[in-house]
């Protein structure tokens, strides 16, 4: 353990959705094995979804449990579809941890409604946010990776970035965009040693479910089971199985996976 702890030193995490749900569960594993975060949240709710996201006393909360940890910290309020909170966010992390090796473009929001009952304010948010919102994030730190000739950017899509979902279409759109941008941007960073993955979760144990729960009036675990259908009899997974993956695909052991889709969906995708 002691020589993977060592593989992480001095490397710094930038996680988008960090205040809680995967991102923080991410942030806080990182945080074990040696890696700097810079955590960047929205920190408050917004009218679409509607459903509590993080907010800046979970950030603030983060900060001390990595502190309890022994590990460096920094978090910034702000919204990914903005390119000034994202550029201050970028520059306080260079200022501080002198580079970004790792890019966890996690933040994302869900919400349901049939196509044809949609507004385009809810198309809009859904896609600025878990589609534009990572280009805006990435094209601020892939420049740093470039100069410094390394670097791994996990961007989190779903099993709804793999298959089509009912009464979601705009977040599997928001979804699949996720997975075309993985597999390009693999292409045009390999040759700067930068390597590129999507992540693809079954339902998650995490405030957004429950908010999709309260949305629907349903329990967080009738909505879980509604749209999985997970070949193991489980009615999701923790956010702490998709911090062990993250943990493990930005690690030197996989320094060969690039531009691939790692599914996380106990069995889902099988049937
Ligand atoms: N929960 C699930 O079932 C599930 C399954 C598969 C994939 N995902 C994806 O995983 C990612 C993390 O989801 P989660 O389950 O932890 O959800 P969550 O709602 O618990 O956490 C998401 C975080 O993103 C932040 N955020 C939202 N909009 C933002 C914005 N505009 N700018 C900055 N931050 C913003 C929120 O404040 C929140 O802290 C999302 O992209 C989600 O779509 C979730």
Redesign the pocket.
């Given at each position: 353990m002691g020589e993977i702890k060592e593989a992480f030193r001095n490397k710094t995490a930038f996680i988008?959705?960090?205040?809680?749900?995967?991102?923080r569960a991410t942030a806080l594993a990182l945080a074990k094995k040696g890696v700097r975060i810079a955590a960047?949240?929205?920190?408050k709710k917004i009218s679409y979804p509607g459903y509590k996201?993080?907010t800046v006393e979970?950030l603030e909360s983060l900060g001390a449990e990595i502190s309890k940890l022994g590990g460096e910290y920094i978090y910034t309020a702000?919204?990914?579809?903005n390119d000034d909170d994202i550029r201050k966010a970028v520059h306080k992390t260079v200022q501080h941890f002198g580079q970004v090796d790792i890019l966890f473009n996690?933040?994302?929001?869900?919400a349901y409604g049939q196509a044809q009952d949609l507004s385009e304010e809810e198309w809009d948010t859904m896609l600025d946010?878990?589609l534009k919102?990572a280009w805006l994030t990435a094209r601020r730190i892939i420049p740093l990776m470039i100069e410094k000739k390394q670097g791994v950017i996990i961007n989190?899509?779903?099993?709804a970035g793999l298959r089509g979902m009912n009464r979601l279409s705009h977040y599997a759109a928001s979804?699949w965009g996720l997975t075309g941008l993985t597999k390009s941007w693999a292409i045009e960073l390999a040759p700067h040693n930068i390597r590129v993955l999507s992540i693809h979760?079954?339902?998650?144990n995490?405030?957004?479910?429950d908010?999709l729960a309260e949305l629907e009036g349903l329990t967080p675990k009738q909505v879980?089971e509604r749209s999985a259908g997970n070949l193991i009899d489980v009615p999701?997974i923790e956010?702490e199985d998709v911090a062990n993956a993250v943990v493990f695909l930005v690690s030197a052991e996989a320094r060969f996976l690039t531009g691939s889709q790692f599914v996380l969906d106990a069995g889902l995708l099988t049937r």
């Open positions: 988008t959705g960090a205040a809680h749900g995967q991102g960047f949240d929205l920190g996201l993080g979970d702000g919204d990914v579809r996690n933040a994302g929001i869900c946010i878990n919102g989190n899509s779903s099993i979804k979760p079954t339902g998650v995490t405030p957004m479910n908010g879980a999701w956010a």
